[in-house]
C-alpha cells in the first residue's frame, strides 16, 4: 500500500483529506512560551490574539525527527511518500529524510520537498493521492509530481503587511514598507521561496478582485482539475465573490475554499487570500 502524508502547512480541508486518505504531520507553533501543535490544538484566531496583545509574531517550528518516525511502520510494507512545505522555509524536509534514514526505510519512505506552501502544496498531494488510485508505483507518483511542481501557481495577497515584516519570511518586502499606507502586496512562491510581485490599494473587496482578475489568463488556461481559494478569515461576502468569479469562468471542475493554518497564518496574518492552482 501506498500511503500519502503531509506537513500540516498543505491547508486541506478535513473533507478532502479523509476523501483521499491523506495523513497530516503537524508542525508546531510556539505563542511565548507554549507550543501548540498546528490544526491540532491551535486554530489562526488564537494566534491573532496572542500576537496583537504582544506585539509579536508568533514562533514556528518543524516537526522532530520522532514525531515524523511515529506516522511510519518498519514492520509494514507499505511506502510512504511525504510532502513538506519548501526545505527554503522549514527543517521539515530535512527531518523527514532524517526519519527514513534512522529507521533505515530510505527505500519505502520518499519525501517531496513541495518547493512551496499552503495548498500549493496540497495541489501536489492531491495530484498523488489521484494517482494512487489510478495504480501508480511510488516512483512514478514521485517523478510525475516532481514534472508538474514548477507548474503550481501559489499566490496570495495580504491585508497587513505587519506579519511578513516581523517574520522576515519575504525577500524584497521591505522596499514596500516605506511607501505609502494601505498597500497590499501580492506574494508569489517561487523556487521555494517568497516574492512581492504587485502592489494593491483600497479596501479589502476591491484589492482582493482586483488581484484575482490580474490572474485572469492563468485561471481560465490552468489545468481544469480543482482551483483553491485558501484564505485566513477574510470577509465572507469577499471569498464569495472570489467564488462566483471562479464558478462563472465554468473552466473549473471542482473549486475548495479552504482556511489557512496556524502555521501559514501566522507568517501572513489575517485577511490573507490566495488563488492557487496548476498551470496547463
Known amino acids: 500500500m501506498i500511503r500519502i502524508l503531509s506537513d500540516s502547512t498543505c491547508d486541506l480541508s478535513p473533507e478532502l483529506l479523509e476523501r483521499y486518505h491523506i495523513q497530516i504531520i503537524p508542525l508546531y507553533v510556539h505563542l511565548g512560551d507554549k507550543e501548540y501543535r ?3 490544538d491551535i486554530q489562526p484566531e488564537q494566534l491573532f490574539a496572542w500576537s496583537d496583545e504582544h506585539g509579536q509574531t508568533p514562533k514556528t517550528a518543524a516537526p522532530s525527527v520522532g514525531d515524523i518516525e511515529a506516522f511510519l511502520d518498519p514492520k509494514s510494507r507499505d511506502e510512504y511518500i511525504i510532502f513538506t512545505i519548501s526545505s527554503s522555509m522549514s527543517a521539515c524536509y530535512n527531518n523527514c529524510r532524517l526519519a527514513a534514514e534512522d529507521l533505515e526505510m530510505e527505500n519505502r519512505v520518499h519525501v517531496i520537498d513541495s ?5 500549493g502544496i496540497g495541489l501536489q498531494v492531491l495530484y498523488a493521492a489521484e494517482l494512487v488510485e489510478k495504480g501508480k508505483s511510488a516512483a512514478e507518483i514521485v517523478e ?3 514534472a508538474i511542481r514548477g507548474q503550481v501557481r501559489a499566490s ?3 491585508d497587513t503587511l505587519e506579519y511578513l515584516h516581523r517574520g522576515g519570511r519575504c525577500s524584497g518586502l521591505a522596499a514596500m514598507l516605506g511607501s505609502a499606507l494601505n498597500i497590499h502586496p501580492r506574494i508569489a512562491v517561487k523556487d521555494g521561496a517568497m516574492h512581492p510581485e504587485q502592489k494593491y490599494r483600497g479596501k479589502e473587496a476591491k484589492f482582493v478582485m482586483d488581484y484575482v482578475m490580474d490572474m485572469e489568463l492563468g485561471v481560465r488556461t490552468a489545468r481544469s482539475d480543482r482551483v483553491f481559494i485558501t484564505h485566513s478569515h477574510c470577509d465572507p461576502a469577499v471569498v464569495a465573490r472570489v467564488r462566483r468569479y471562479l464558478e462563472n ?3 473549473f471542475k471542482e473549486v475548495h475554499e479552504t482556511y489557512a493554518g496556524a ?3 501566522s507568517h501572513c496574518g489575517p485577511g490573507t487570500l490566495g488563488v492557487l492552482f496548476i498551470a496547463d
Open 263 to 265: 502555521v501559514v497564518s
Open 38 to 40: 498546528d490544526g491540532v
Open 249 to 251: 469562468t465554468h473552466h
Open 156 to 158: 496570495f495577497v495580504i
Open 115 to 119: 518547493q512551496n506552501l499552503s495548498t
Open 144 to 146: 510525475a509530481v516532481e
